[in-house]
């Protein structure tokens, strides 16, 4: 990407500075040119809501603080749906959420859209990371779940560094998609030169023409639900609501521990195979680096959530952080502030011990999320540099009730607001909110959230 014109932005693009691409991102994200919005009105509540985001993510006071809604699954709850409905019945979801667009979206500042992968191609692929609702996890569970496993050997690491291709394509892809079993069958892809004769055989074989039919098929059914999609389901910016998500992607160390080594085999790794781990590590920066850089939506991105889940308070010592968790991290978000775009580190648990470690970035070029972690801390340390958002805590938007929801918004913006730079928000998505714990969150930004001029 450093030496490659990308398409659909300035023809300068190579010679622009950080500071310009990010600036360049910004004013597009606020005067979008692909954006038909349904009515003047829409446009002109988009641009106002844009200017309110842009200015927190640039640390400067807007009108009011922006505040991002932990809606989750409320709209299928209203609705009278559970998830399962949602996921093998695409047009239920969609329904759900446009009936609570037509009621709630201009009274909470928040649009809400149907983001469920479809069951019955999880099914066809036979995938093994995960359990939903119908498959593994009851029909009325709320959400999908998880399922810790060691899918990567710790022997197998040599063959990770050497060919992460055809490490995924032959051993750890059949691993975690049945469908996928017949790729152990194929030859190395590099091996395909000259007369292929030999290299090609394996694809007449039954297994893997089984493989290549059943991922056709799961083709065919997430192909449907985008066409339902389209159809059915309403564009947030039309109507006038911004959103900043551009891409998500991992922590190089969080890409080994989450789904290949599993979290006992990568904690057992940083005492017996650090060397191979940092190794590894290396492998999978460049990896996540390219996988956003060289992304097809890569021009209209502005921001790239990373959701981090082993580097919190407790996971590891400072010293292990700084030795196999940091590094590799902020090599990933300086390529990406590179490119103009806005880091959005998720730190998930506390992040207490880590503030003072994770400041080396230009001003306005992170927006952190934070789950757990002490908010007054993290006005102090990172407030001036960088947006921060987070802290609601999502037991209270499901289980608390409206008065002190809207009080612990209150003391968070009373917090966090002076100066500009903050984000109202929940430390993560939870299942199950209550609506008008929601409803009291978006009063206490409007009530307590302006800034006088």
């Known amino acids: 990407m450093a030496n490659k014109q990308p398409a659909g932005l300035p023809g300068n693009w190579l010679q622009m500075t950080p500071e310009e691409k990010r600036e360049y991102r910004l004013n597009r994200f606020q005067n979008p040119k692909h954006v038909k919005f349904i009515s003047p009105d829409a446009e002109k509540a988009y641009k106002k809501r844009a200017r309110r985001i842009a200015a927190a993510l640039n640390v400067e006071e807007p009108d009011r603080l922006p505040v991002s809604l932990p809606v989750g699954n409320l709209p299928f709850n209203l609705h009278g749906i ?17 009936a609570f667009n037509e009621q709630y979206s201009e009274q909470l500042d928040h649009f809400a859209a149907p983001f469920t992968i479809p069951g019955k191609a999880l099914e066809i692929l036979d995938y093994k990371l995960y359990a939903w609702p119908g498959h593994g996890l009851s ?3 709320p959400d999908y779940q998880y399922v810790e496993g060691e899918y990567m050997k710790v022997e197998e690491y040599d063959d990770l560094i050497r060919d992460p291709s055809d490490y995924w394509l032959r051993t750890y892809l059949p691993r975690i998609f049945g469908a996928f079993e017949g ?9 395909i030169l000259e007369i292929p004769t030999a290299q090609l055989m394996p694809l007449a074989l039954p297994q893997v023409r089984e493989s290549l039919q059943r991922m056709i098929h799961a083709g065919e059914e997430i192909q449907k639900r985008n066409e339902l999609s389209a159809r059915l389901m309403e564009f947030g910016p039309a109507h006038g609501f911004p959103s900043t998500l551009g891409m998500i992607t991992v922590a190089p160390f969080d890409a080994i521990g989450d789904t290949l080594r599993g979290t006992r085999g990568i904690m057992m790794d940083m005492f017996r195979h650090a060397d ?9 920066t460049e990896l996540i680096i390219h996988s956003v850089l060289d992304h097809p939506n890569f021009a209209n991105m502005l921001t790239v959530l990373l959701p981090l889940h082993k580097g919190a308070d407790g996971w590891m010592s400072e010293k292990q952080f700084n030795t196999f968790y940091w590094p590799s991290l902020k090599k990933v978000m300086d390529a990406f ?7 959005m580190p998720f730190a998930e648990g506390g992040y207490n011990t880590r503030l003072e470690t994770v400041t080396d970035f230009p001003k306005g070029s992170v927006a952190w999320w934070l789950d757990q972690t002490d908010m007054a801390k993290a006005k102090k340390i990172l407030g001036n540099k960088f947006c921060i958002q987070g802290n609601v805590p999502s037991s209270l938007v499901v289980t608390g009730d409206p008065a002190k929801v809207k009080q612990h918004c209150r003391k968070l913006i009373e917090t966090c607001g002076p100066g500009g730079g903050y984000i109202l928000a929940a430390g993560c998505i939870p299942d199950n909110p209550k ?3 929601i409803q009291a969150m978006h009063a206490a930004a409007v009530e307590y959230g302006v800034y006088k001029k």
Request: net charge negative; charged share 30%.
């Open 435 to 437: 609506l008008e714990n």
């Open 183 to 191: 790729f152990r069958m194929l030859s190395p892809l590099p091996d």
């Open 82 to 98: 559970r998830m399962h409905d949602a996921i093998y019945d695409v047009e239920k979801g969609i329904q759900a959420c446009k």
């Open 276 to 284: 191979k781990l940092l190794e590894a590590i290396d492998v999978m």
């Open 337 to 343: 502030i590179r490119e103009g775009l806005i880091a």
């Open 139 to 141: 029909v009325d569970a």
